[in-house]
């Protein structure tokens, strides 16, 4: 079973990457945090991997983190949820913001990530309250507003690795704009910020708006 990858990022997809590993291409499926912490093309990656064989395929999940990779581990555990459904919650709350929400039995909070109904956020509740207690734990208290979108950004980018005062003052730096916008979009611009890139052009009003 592969474990870990080190070497180039060949492409980037919307939910995968091809890394280059002494000449041969590993297509690894990852989250959208993973993801967006990639370096650039051409430049050296190292991620932790979780090899799910099937019958009829090899699949590789990768993870820049171990929190993510453990609560990953922890997720396809849960009946009725598998490889990608566990990678797509985690595209939709950090590893922390989910220990924390399984530990206070908070459904409402899990049933806002996408793709996670009524029941299966109960299961997850109930079948992982006990192994995802250690983070919740790592995780504190939940802040002032629970469950705002910048909120989710600090943890999100604290989870990444940055350190808290820097992912804070990323997150206000986008307060203004951030009304309407997903999880997913704010850590784009964030990560797009904290690597120095230019952020994309805001798209122009409709005719007669004012």
């Not at 192994?131 to 919740?136: G, N, P, R």
């Amino acid at each position: 079973m592969i474990a870990r990858l080190a070497g180039a990022v060949l492409e980037k997809g919307e939910d995968l990457a091809v890394v280059d590993v002494g000449g041969v291409g590993y297509l690894v499926h990852l989250s959208a945090a993973s993801l967006l912490a990639l370096p650039p093309r051409g430049d050296r990656v190292e991620l932790r991997i979780v090899t799910h064989v099937r019958q009829d395929s090899i699949d590789l999940f990768g993870f820049a983190t171990s929190e993510e990779e453990d609560v990953f581990r922890a997720l396809v555990e849960v009946k009725g949820v598998g490889p990608r459904a566990a990678q797509n919650i985690l595209s939709g709350i950090e590893p922390r913001e989910l220990a924390r929400a399984v530990a206070q039995g908070d459904v409402a909070r899990l049933t806002r990530v996408p793709g996670v109904g009524k029941k299966t956020a109960e299961r997850l509740v109930v079948e992982l309250r006990d192994k995802l207690l250690s983070l919740a734990r790592a995780a504190g208290p939940a802040p002032a507003s629970p469950g705002g979108p910048l909120d989710q950004l600090a943890a999100a980018l604290v989870g990444l690795g940055y350190r808290p005062p820097q992912a804070e003052q990323v997150a206000e730096s986008l307060r203004q704009g951030a009304e309407g916008k997903g999880l997913d979009e704010l850590l784009r611009e964030a990560l797009r910020a904290l690597r120095g890139e230019a952020p994309a052009s805001p798209p122009r009003g409709k005719a007669g708006a004012p």
